[in-house]
T-cell receptor, first 112, second 114 residues
Framework: NAGVTQTPKFRILKIGQSMTLQCTQD?????MYWYRQDPGMGLKLIYY???????DKGEVPNGYNVSRSTTEDFPLRLELAAPSQTSVYFC???????????FGPGTRLTVT | AQSVTQLGSHVSVSEGALVLLRCNYS??????LFWYVQYPNQGLQLLLK??????LVKGINGFEAEFKKSETSFHLTKPSAHMSDAAEYFC????????????FGTGTRLTIIP
């Protein structure tokens, strides 16, 4: 049981490039979340999903897209990367019965 | 809307001393409250949670927190700090229903002085 895994761990992008951050969980959790963490700002919710085929915007969705075709996977897509998207990105998941969110180890993204 | 305020972005305590990390919440309905810990270069891990049962909640690693409705507070304490407690701590609030999302505070970095 690996929990929540995220790839890559680190990435440097040039302005205008695109990439997908991968998130997979093996706990059969129906809820999944993407957050970004910036120094002194806590965690901000980007997108979330309550089950396969269902996604919704969080607090800071601009510049990002998500999809949820399976229970296990919840990729985050960055189109036309901007320096403002330099951040640490965390994926999390939980069951509908518990409010405890399980976090992945994060992806550190730098856009230059 | 809900929010949490963590007082003190940095807290330093001596090893063996009391740890007190402050969290105040704002919520239009009785909230669920959480403390998460983040060790360097890792994701967040749940320390403890309040979900409207006992107001004094015990968590992992000797931490506890008390829900005080009259003060809208959920402060985190540990009687005796250990070097391994050095980390960043986040308070979070949620409405107690369905697919409600967590709203995080800005975090408190705890430093332990040997």
């Amino acid at each position: 049981n690996a929990g929540v895994t995220q790839t890559p761990k680190f990435r440097i992008l040039k302005i205008g490039q695109s990439m997908t951050l991968q998130c997979t969980q093996d706990m059969n959790h129906n809820y999944m979340y993407w957050y970004r963490q910036d120094p002194g700002m806590g965690l901000k919710l980007i997108y979330y999903s309550v089950g396969a085929g269902i996604t919704d915007k969080g607090e800071v969705p601009n510049g990002y897209n998500v999809s949820r075709s399976t229970t296990e996977d919840f990729p985050l897509r960055l189109e036309l990367a901007a320096p403002s998207q330099t951040s640490v990105y965390f994926c999390a998941s939980r069951t509908s019965a518990s409010y405890e969110q399980y976090f992945g180890p994060g992806t550190r993204l730098t856009v230059t | 809307a809900q929010s949490v305020t963590q007082l003190g972005s940095h807290v330093s305590v001596s090893e063996g001393a009391l740890v007190l990390l402050r969290c105040n919440y704002s919520s239009s309905v009785p909230p669920y409250l959480f403390w998460y810990v983040q060790y360097p270069n890792q994701g967040l891990q749940l320390l403890l949670k309040y979900t409207s049962a006992a107001t004094l909640v015990k968590g992992i690693n000797g931490f506890e927190a008390e829900f005080k409705k009259s003060e809208t507070s959920f402060h985190l304490t540990k009687p005796s700090a250990h070097m391994s407690d050095a980390a960043e701590y986040f308070c979070a609030v949620s409405r107690p229903k369905g697919n409600e999302k967590l709203t995080f505070g800005t975090g408190t970095r705890l430093t332990i002085i040997p």
